[in-house]
């Protein structure tokens, strides 16, 4: 055994992820043990050149799960003689390998990568803060523009200019800020907080910014886009009145919520090239004006409310060229799998609400586009889904990792609160819906989105007890098949985070009536840990007869009702920071024929069959040839799932129903939603 330190030479030859890469030749070792401090072989890329070179990963942090893994997937395999694989990964130095258990130590082979090798001339600590994602771009500006040994300042600067191509001092007008910005934010580029200090710091010491509130819009997305929507309508009235494009009037008469300039200068070049993108995907929100039918004839009026069908049907055009230009290749990073299913969220939004008349052309547009994704999508998941189980916690990419997220924040302060609610079977496009009853009814409320991937198959017993229990499901094979032990598991989970049973609450079958029950679990002094179920949409689904668009109207009927709004404020007046998620989606599926497998499937799903035996599920894909065998990743071994084909489902072909339990893009995407009340 031995440990590869690399040379500074060797790290500034190429890509950085070949260094680590090329150290894993299959069949050289079959357990390798790797101390990894930075998280490097936790950054998607590497995770999939790991998995294409047929290696499996396993974190070493919980001694006990470890231990389950390892004895059940790897040791068990070894003893019959398989052959595998595996890379275990120590967050922490080299000389932490030597804690690892003396079986490991003995059987495999060390390794050690960290970032100071790869960046010997930038600051260490900045270079942490990164996202992995955004290393390859500094390890090219590393290479390229070849910079002596920087300090802190000068690292930030660098890692500023080449990394997110900001140049602090190169910004002089409100035009060259607002794009910097709106590409950031339109991204959602997660810049750590030391890089935007500095940036604060050299634009504060320059003339022009000094009434902007840089502090809010630099960091805070949603506040960025409030502070423009607020200023979206006096760009209306000066576009009208040319004559008085000049005047600039103090915040304090118009109201503002944001301090700042109140003229921006949307019709730049570099700033109007997005507002078309803003308003079609709902990030800013067109308005009433009184001279809109002149505006209406310009480039504004996409953010513009006329008449209320061709608005939308715009709108609903303007999203499907988006969508159709933007369908993720199959390398594509998980980030930009959200930000394409959020977008297409709000177009399935859009063309099912209740009174939407669309043309045929644009309906069969959506469904060829439609086909199109799944195919991608199904082919993206067989390369990519398993690498992203040992993803870092932070931001969540999978269900598993959201309590693990909400751990950090429980542990930054003894008074700290978390309230984690989630709405079972809620689509991303069914979260808008909410959304938008939640505002009319609270418009003091700020929704901070981003999405999560359920676990495949998407079902209950799988992926919520995985977003309660904080692991993967073949950590509880023995519930695998009911949710009765998920408040067993987030007890658990929490009790491990250093809490106790009475700081701990969890409760089920919510959605309907009072909240008396729920009141008193949050009021206990000692609480600072909820998990509730709402189910309502769960069981809105399942009795659903009139497909996605009367689940949608019957969605709205709910949400329009106050008891969402009434827990949200419940949460939030006992002090509970609030997320909101679901542990699946569902879709509109009509039937492809019902397996005639007796009794041999363990689950006889809609759009998911479980079998205990390959042979058992083979049999039942012969009749369905374009059923999906999907391996049990992250799951035991004997839970293995046949997918219905495309948007179809196990149930007579004269039926047509709601359900859930496949791959598709409306059912593995699903909400992950901070929900705080602004202060005014």
């Given at each position: 055994?031995?440990?590869?330190?690399?040379?500074?030479?060797?790290?500034?030859?190429?890509?950085?992820?070949?260094?680590?890469?090329?150290?894993?030749?299959?069949?050289?070792?079959?357990?390798?043990?790797?101390?990894?401090?930075?998280?490097?072989l936790l950054e998607e890329g590497v995770l999939a050149g790991i998995r294409e070179r047929g290696f499996e990963l396993i974190p070493f942090e919980d001694h006990i799960?470890?231990?389950?893994?390892?004895?059940?997937?790897?040791?068990?395999?070894?003893?019959?003689?398989?052959?595998?694989?595996?890379?275990?990964?120590?967050?922490?130095?080299?000389?932490?390998?030597?804690?690892?258990?003396?079986?490991?130590?003995?059987?495999?082979?060390?390794?050690?990568?960290?970032?100071?090798?790869?960046?010997?001339?930038?600051?260490?600590?900045?270079?942490?803060?990164?996202?992995?994602?955004?290393?390859?771009?500094?390890?090219?500006?590393?290479?390229?523009?070849?910079?002596?040994?920087?300090?802190?300042?000068?690292?930030?600067?660098?890692?500023?200019?080449?990394?997110?191509?900001?140049?602090?001092?190169?910004?002089?007008?409100?035009?060259?800020?607002?794009?910097?910005?709106?590409?950031?934010?339109?991204?959602?580029?997660?810049?750590?907080?030391?890089?935007?200090?500095?940036?604060?710091?050299?634009?504060?010491?320059?003339?022009?910014?000094?009434?902007?509130?840089?502090?809010?819009?630099?960091?805070?997305?949603?506040?960025?886009?409030?502070?423009?929507?607020?200023?979206?309508?006096?760009?209306?009235?000066?576009?009208?009145?040319?004559?008085?494009?000049?005047?600039?009037?103090?915040?304090?008469?118009?109201?503002?919520?944001?301090?700042?300039?109140?003229?921006?200068?949307?019709?730049?070049?570099?700033?109007?090239?997005?507002?078309?993108?803003?308003?079609?995907?709902?990030?800013?929100?067109?308005?009433?004006?009184?001279?809109?039918?002149?505006?209406?004839?310009?480039?504004?009026?996409?953010?513009?409310?006329?008449?209320?069908?061709?608005?939308?049907?715009?709108?609903?055009?303007?999203?499907?060229?988006?969508?159709?230009?933007?369908?993720?290749?199959?390398?594509?990073?998980?980030?930009?799998?959200?930000?394409?299913?959020?977008?297409?969220?709000?177009?399935?939004?859009?063309?099912?609400?209740?009174?939407?008349?669309?043309?045929?052309?644009?309906?069969?547009?959506?469904?060829?586009?439609?086909?199109?994704?799944?195919?991608?999508?199904?082919?993206?998941?067989?390369?990519?889904?398993?690498?992203?189980?040992?993803?870092?916690?932070?931001?969540?990419?999978?269900?598993?990792?959201?309590?693990?997220?909400?751990?950090?924040?429980?542990?930054?302060?003894?008074?700290?609160?978390?309230?984690?609610?989630?709405?079972?079977?809620?689509?991303?496009?069914?979260?808008?819906?909410?959304?938008?009853?939640?505002?009319?009814?609270?418009?003091?409320?700020?929704?901070?989105?981003?999405?999560?991937?359920?676990?495949?198959?998407?079902?209950?017993?799988?992926?919520?007890?995985?977003?309660?229990?904080?692991?993967?499901?073949?950590?509880?094979?023995?519930?695998?098949?009911?949710?009765?032990?998920?408040?067993?598991?987030?007890?658990?989970?929490?009790?491990?985070?250093?809490?106790?049973?009475?700081?701990?609450?969890?409760?089920?079958?919510?959605?309907?009536?009072?909240?008396?029950?729920?009141?008193?679990?949050?009021?206990?002094?000692?609480?600072?840990?909820?998990?509730?179920?709402?189910?309502?949409?769960?069981?809105?689904?399942?009795?659903?007869?009139?497909?996605?668009?009367?689940?949608?109207?019957?969605?709205?009927?709910?949400?329009?009702?106050?008891?969402?709004?009434?827990?949200?404020?419940?949460?939030?007046?006992?002090?509970?920071?609030?997320?909101?998620?679901?542990?699946?989606?569902?879709?509109?599926?009509?039937?492809?024929?019902?397996?005639?497998?007796?009794v041999v499937a363990d689950l006889r799903g809609e759009r998911a069959r479980i079998y205990p035996d390959p042979l058992l599920r083979g049999q039942v894909k012969e009749?369905?040839?374009?059923?999906?065998?999907?391996?049990?990743?992250?799951?035991?071994?004997?839970?293995?799932?046949?997918?219905?084909?495309?948007?179809?489902?196990?149930?007579?072909?004269?039926?047509?129903?709601?359900?859930?339990?496949?791959?598709?893009?409306?059912?593995?995407?699903?909400?992950?939603?901070?929900?705080?009340?602004?202060?005014?």
């Amino acid at each position: 055994a031995f440990i590869r330190v690399y040379s500074r030479l060797e790290f500034l030859m190429s890509n950085w992820r070949n260094h680590i890469l090329r150290e894993f030749t299959p069949n050289v070792a079959r357990l390798t043990l790797v101390a990894d401090p930075d998280g490097l072989l936790l950054e998607e890329g590497v995770l999939a050149g790991i998995r294409e070179r047929g290696f499996e990963l396993i974190p070493f942090e919980d001694h006990i799960a470890f231990r389950y893994a390892y004895e059940s997937r790897f040791r068990s395999r070894w003893d019959r003689g398989e052959k595998t694989d595996l890379v275990v990964v120590l967050r922490s130095a080299a000389s932490d390998l030597d804690c690892l258990p003396y079986d490991l130590l003995q059987a495999g082979r060390r390794l050690s990568f960290n970032l100071g090798e790869i960046f010997p001339n930038l600051s260490y600590p900045i270079v942490t803060a990164l996202d992995r994602g955004d290393l390859e771009a500094l390890y090219e500006a590393q290479r390229r523009y070849a910079p002596g040994v920087l300090g802190n300042n000068a690292t930030k600067e660098f890692v500023l200019r080449h990394v997110f191509e900001i140049a602090p001092e190169l910004i002089r007008r409100p035009s060259d800020l607002l794009r910097v910005l709106l590409r950031r934010h339109y991204r959602k580029q997660r810049i750590p907080a030391l890089l935007d200090e500095r940036f604060i710091q050299v634009l504060r010491q320059q003339d022009g910014f000094e009434n902007w509130p840089l502090e809010t819009i630099i960091s805070d997305r949603e506040a960025f886009f409030a502070f423009l929507q607020e200023r979206w309508p006096l760009f209306l009235d000066r576009s009208i009145k040319q004559n008085i494009a000049g005047v600039k009037e103090n915040k304090k008469s118009y109201g503002f919520e944001f301090p700042g300039p109140s003229d921006l200068p949307f019709d730049h070049d570099d700033i109007r090239v997005y507002i078309d993108n803003l308003f079609y995907e709902g990030i800013l929100e067109a308005v009433f004006h009184e001279k809109a039918e002149s505006l209406s004839k310009t480039w504004l009026a996409i953010g513009i409310r006329t008449d209320e069908q061709a608005d939308r049907t715009r709108r609903a055009d303007g999203l499907l060229k988006t969508l159709a230009s933007a369908v993720p290749k199959e390398d594509t990073q998980y980030e930009g799998w959200f930000h394409f299913a959020r977008t297409w969220a709000e177009l399935v939004a859009l063309t099912l609400e209740s009174d939407m008349v669309l043309p045929e052309s644009t309906r069969q547009e959506m469904v060829t586009l439609q086909t199109r994704i799944d195919s991608v999508l199904v082919s993206w998941l067989k390369s990519r889904y398993a690498g992203l189980i040992n993803l870092p916690p932070v931001p969540p990419v999978m269900l598993h990792h959201i309590p693990r997220f909400l751990s950090r924040y429980i542990r930054d302060a003894k008074e700290n609160k978390v309230a984690f609610v989630l709405l079972d079977g809620l689509s991303l496009d069914q979260w808008i819906v909410i959304r938008k009853e939640l505002a009319k009814q609270r418009p003091r409320y700020r929704f901070r989105e981003n999405a999560v991937f359920a676990w495949i198959p998407t079902i209950t017993s799988v992926s919520r007890q995985a977003a309660f229990a904080g692991k993967p499901p073949i950590y509880f094979p023995n519930s695998i098949h009911t949710t009765e032990k998920e408040p067993a598991l987030w007890t658990q989970f929490w009790v491990d985070q250093g809490l106790t049973q009475q700081e701990i609450a969890y409760a089920k079958g919510l959605g309907v009536g009072n909240l008396d029950s729920v009141e008193v679990m949050v009021a206990r002094p000692r609480t600072r840990v909820v998990g509730l179920v709402v189910d309502k949409v769960d069981k809105i689904m399942h009795g659903m007869e009139l497909g996605s668009a009367g689940m949608h109207n019957q969605v709205r009927q709910w949400a329009g009702q106050p008891f969402m709004a009434n827990l949200v404020d419940l949460l939030l007046e006992n002090g509970f920071h609030v997320y909101l998620s679901s542990d699946h989606g569902n879709i509109e599926a009509a039937g492809c024929g019902r397996p005639a497998e007796g009794v041999v499937a363990d689950l006889r799903g809609e759009r998911a069959r479980i079998y205990p035996d390959p042979l058992l599920r083979g049999q039942v894909k012969e009749r369905f040839p374009d059923a999906l065998e999907w391996q049990p990743i992250g799951l035991p071994e004997d839970y293995l799932a046949l997918l219905a084909p495309g948007r179809s489902a196990f149930v007579r072909e004269t039926e047509c129903l709601v359900g859930h339990g496949g791959a598709s893009l409306e059912e593995i995407f699903v909400p992950l939603v901070q929900i705080e009340r602004r202060d005014v």
